[in-house]
């Protein structure tokens, strides 16, 4: 990597309040996503992949607190900015697409007016123009008949329609990073494909980064430039896409894949891996996190995972990796 | 549109008819001889006879009923004892009274629980989020006539701020020239800015009393349902989109929150059409609850008859704005039917 | 352990978590006692009026100070304690056994008992409920049974409701499909399997309705129906306490009104400890 990375998180921890103990849902997160690069996180679910997301954006759930770290984004650490530093950054440089498109739509609300809502935070645009651009962006995303569709509610469109005005008010500001989070996921095979061109398409024509995040590695596989693979709040491994699958270092990448008939199915319907993820509320937890399922455990896997740098080509953070 | 509203109107007519039914009940339900009840306690039994045949109370049931049915449609209640007077003119000249105190009081009410709620919902833990929480837990429990009482005691007796509790003007005054029979916008009409001023001070204490009453509900379900919805995924996708929090609190999240608020005001009517008649006695409003009281006492029927038929249909009228402004509210309800 | 002394142990866990529920469960027994022998233990006959003394302030003779009459208002705000909370048992009773009965039925057998259940319930809630209240009384005659029975019926929809959903709910668990099956009566299991259940959710809602009817009697006494004078009920203590406000003798209508408050905060309170210890679950 030469030029300096959209995004670059480094150490990043977070943990969560809970009545029945804290939980350390990250920890030492580290990862980059270079411009105009695809990185797909990928992890079961209780892995923090969404957490992360959640941590970058800066909109995770009172009970959490990030306990360290650093999220640099142009220049900007996210985690340490103000909040006005924040809201000129969010929604403009960085965005974000979520699962389950019309829960996340405002319901009473046009969908043409959630995007000029959008226009007229960021964009330099007057009142008169922003209905406008918003059936322009409509378009631009592919939904037929934009102009009547502005009109719209989130209830009267399918879900790939409303996936698709998601990514509209994500693009609306034209950011440097999108962040998408599980976007796919409850759409068709078919919506499923279309909308993953489409983010595709668009992030190539501006030359946006995209980290997308799914339970799904043959949708990584398909789609992304990087994958990162986490466990239990750990990035175990990150390498190209070409990398991971020809030499998968990790024993849990590892067992990923070769449970993966011909890469079409997702990670929860696997055959399971021995053992289960370990319960993040514990005091006694160890430093590697898979190493009470890890067929592969040494005994000098008890010390504290190796660092790699974050620009290293393949990381791995185990003492005792495939070759 | 119109569907909406006609689907809400056909809901509206069992309700009317089962409450003409009850009311047509009520009275014909009196133990003893209803001839008797509404001829009054000084009439003679030549006089008894007279209105049992005049009210046609020696009919089969069915007939009465129809009679009754069809003095309702022609707009006649009864007569009232005590005053002499048609039932339906005297409720016609009261109403006005009992609707400016009580729109007046919802409207302190909703002033006050609305952004209480709201600020608790916003900022939970805080001093304004436990007071709303003690709001909505006491204030259930505090007996509007005797909330009534006090602020009486505190603001007309100790502190001489508020005017007695007399009536709807002072005698020095006399009411404005009639256009809706609501003080305060007839002397507005009018440009007489002393009567309004008189008005206003005579509604103060009453319509705050019965704003206190009515502002628990209205805060806990504003809070209740602005916390639903801030944690909602909207609300999520709002923020990372760097939306100002006005537009957040006020644009998405407020107009969503206030959905089931409307909804609870049908309940809270209930409360307060009630709370307006023992209101109405501690101040001695000329309203049609204490017109209605005034008529138990002396057990002259046809008033009573006439106030609870005309509280009902208001009711059920108020009920049916409430769903058709829901409608109007909520594009999922509009567009659907 | 049986299920009632599980339940009791859950009783005391819940009341120790949340100690305002425990001030309620001794407000009430306080309220029980001064109801059962409040009337013995008073200074002074609650009907005894004294005019040489009338219209005096709080002091040490008179904790509460007397009223235009004479008559001791501590007295008669302990004796009202009786009336009042009889008035709410009654009609809480009352309402408990119609509404729940009806809303059984018509959850369980469906069809047209749960049309006819339902009609009644919704022509009821087209009133607004206190002028009902009213009406009901001004039609039956004024006195105290009317009252409670005015009470029960306007309290009737929210109890046919709850029952009718819980009994709905029931109709088809795998207990009473046991229970058919092995030959039961419909009525028998009804009464048996169904009723019991829907008991501790209905207890509840019982303990919230008790405010709600005190304060209702208390509103329709306010309004000289019902309770007439000289007996000693807070409503109408408040009520004949109205009019000496003005002229700043505060005692006599406070007291009555304090005691009123106080009670139906009691209410309310336990009614939802009682919420928490019957179904966590439905904790607000």
């Known amino acids: ?323 | ?337 | 352990m049986t299920a009632l002394a599980a339940t009791a142990r859950h009783a005391r866990y819940v009341i120790g978590e949340n100690p305002v529920t425990g001030l309620a469960f001794a407000l009430f027994v306080l309220i029980v006692l001064a109801a059962a022998f409040g009337p013995f233990l008073v200074p002074y006959d609650p009907l005894a009026s004294n005019t040489a003394v009338a219209l005096k302030p709080p002091s040490a003779a008179h904790w509460f100070g007397t009223d235009q009459l004479g008559r001791d208002v501590f007295s008669r705000v302990i004796v009202a304690t009786r009336l009042d909370f009889l008035i709410a048992l009654s009609s809480v009773a009352l309402v408990f056994l119609m509404g729940g009965l009806a809303g059984v039925a018509a959850g369980y057998f469906g069809g047209w008992t749960d049309r006819i259940v339902g009609r009644i319930a919704d022509t009821i809630m087209a009133f607004p409920l206190f002028v009902l209240a009213m009406g009901i009384v001004a039609a039956l005659g004024n006195t105290v049974e009317n009252i409670v029975i005015a009470t029960a019926i306007v309290n009737f929809p929210l109890y046919a409701r709850v029952a009718r959903a819980e009994a709905n709910i029931r109709r088809e668990a795998g207990f009473v499909e046991a229970a058919r099956l092995s030959g039961n009566s419909e009525l028998r299991i009804l009464g048996c399997h169904v009723l019991p259940n829907v008991f501790p959710i209905l207890v509840v809602q019982m303990s919230l309705t008790m405010g709600y009817a005190i304060l209702n009697a208390a509103g329709l006494s306010f309004i000289g129906l019902g309770v007439r004078p000289p007996t000693a009920e807070w409503g109408i203590m408040v009520a004949e306490g109205a009019a000496f406000i003005v002229s700043g003798e505060w005692w006599i209508a406070l007291f009555p009104g304090a005691a009123l408050m106080l009670a139906v905060f009691c209410f309310n309170l336990l009614g939802d400890g009682l919420r928490d210890i019957v179904d966590p679950r439905r904790r607000t």
């Not at chain 1, 959640?54 to 770290?69: E, H, K, N, Q």
């Not at chain 2, 008819?17 to 509404?38: E, S």
């Not at chain 2, 022609?74 to 000249?93: A, F, N, Y």
């Not at chain 2, 009630?274 to 029927?301: C, M, R």
């Open chain 2, 1 to 337: 549109m119109g569907n909406l509203v006609l689907k809400r109107l056909l809901v509206a007519v069992p309700s009317l008819v089962g409450v003409v039914i009850v009311t047509f009940l009520l009275t014909r339900a009196l133990p003893g001889d209803p001839a008797a009840y509404f001829a009054g306690p000084a009439a003679t039994k030549e006089a008894i006879e007279q209105i049992r045949v005049k009210l046609g109370l020696d009919q089969p049931l069915i007939i009465q009923f129809g009679r009754y049915v069809a003095d309702l449609v022609r707009g006649d209640l009864g007569i009232s004892l005590t005053t002499g007077q048609p039932v339906i003119s005297e409720i016609r000249t009261r109403l006005p009274a009992s609707a400016e105190l009580t729109l007046l009081g919802l409207l302190v009410s909703v002033s006050i629980a609305v952004p209480l709620g709201i600020f608790a919902a916003t900022r939970p833990g805080s001093l304004i989020d436990h007071m709303c929480r003690v709001v909505a837990s006491a204030g259930v429990s505090l007996p509007v006539f005797f909330t009534g009482l006090m602020l009486v005691y505190v603001f007309y007796y100790l502190l001489g701020w508020a005017p007695a509790p007399l009536g709807r003007l002072d005698i020095f005054y006399s009411p404005p020239p009639h256009f809706t029979g609501f003080y305060l916008i007839d002397s507005a009409i009018a440009g007489n800015g002393e009567v309004f001023l008189a008005s206003l001070k005579q509604l103060i204490l009453p319509a705050l009393t019965l704003g206190i009453f009515s502002l628990a509900p209205i805060a806990r379900m504003t809070r209740a349902s602005m916390l639903a919805v801030l944690s909602s995924d909207f609300i999520r996708t709002a923020r990372a989109s760097g939306l100002s929090p006005f537009t957040i609190t006020v644009t998405y999240a407020f107009r969503n929150a206030m959905l089931p608020v409307v909804t609870t005001l049908g309940m809270v009517f209930s409360f307060l059409l009630g709370a307006n008649v023992l209101v109405e006695k501690v101040f001695a409003w000329p309203g049609i609850g204490s017109f209605a009281v005034e008529a138990l006492i002396a057990s002259d029927f046809a008033p009573v008859q006439g106030f609870v038929l005309t509280m009902a249909m208001m009711y059920v009228a108020l009920n049916l704005m409430i769903d058709i402004l829901y409608g109007l509210i909520d594009p999922r309800v509009r567009l659907e039917s």
């Open chain 1, 1 to 323: 990597m030469n030029a300096a990375p959209a995004l670059l998180v480094e150490n990043l921890s977070v943990e969560f309040r809970t009545r029945s103990g804290v939980v350390r849902a990250l920890e030492s997160v580290s990862f980059a996503v270079a411009k105009g690069e695809t990185l797909a996180i990928v992890g079961e679910s209780g892995s923090g992949k969404s957490v992360t997301a959640y941590a970058v954006m800066g909109i995770l759930d009172p009970a959490g607190r990030v306990t360290s770290g650093r999220a640099v984004l142009g220049g900007l650490d996210l985690l340490q900015a103000s909040p006005s530093q924040l809201a000129e950054v969010r929604g403009r440089e960085i965005a974000m697409i979520f699962q389950n498109p019309r829960a996340a739509l405002n319901p009473i609300r046009p969908v043409g007016r959630q995007i000029a809502d959008v226009l007229l935070r960021h964009g330099n645009v007057t009142r008169a123009e922003a209905p406008n651009l918003a059936v322009e962006l409509l378009r631009a995303v592919g939904i037929p008949d934009p102009a009547r569709r502005a009109k719209a509610y989130p209830f009267e469109m399918s879900g790939g329609m409303c996936q698709r005005v998601m990514i509209a008010i994500a693009l609306a500001a034209k950011p440097s990073l999108l962040i998408a989070d599980e976007p796919t996921t409850g759409l068709d095979v078919t919506t499923q494909a279309v909308i993953m061109d489409l983010i595709s398409d668009l992030a190539a024509g501006s030359g946006m980064a995209t980290m997308f995040i799914t339970h799904d590695l043959a949708l990584a596989a398909q789609r992304a430039n990087r994958i990162a693979v986490m466990h239990a709040g750990h990035v175990i491994e990150c390498a190209s896409r070409r990398e991971l699958f020809a030499r998968p270092r990790h024993p849990y990448t590892a067992e990923l894949i070769a449970a993966t008939p011909d890469r079409v199915a997702s990670l929860d319907q696997l055959a399971s891996i021995p053992g289960s993820l370990p319960d993040l509320r514990r005091l006694d937890l160890p430093h590697c996190r898979y190493s009470e399922r890890c067929p592969r455990k040494r005994t000098d896997c008890d010390q504290p995972l190796p660092r790699s740098p974050v620009n290293a080509a393949h990381m791995v953070a185990c003492w005792n990796p495939l070759q």
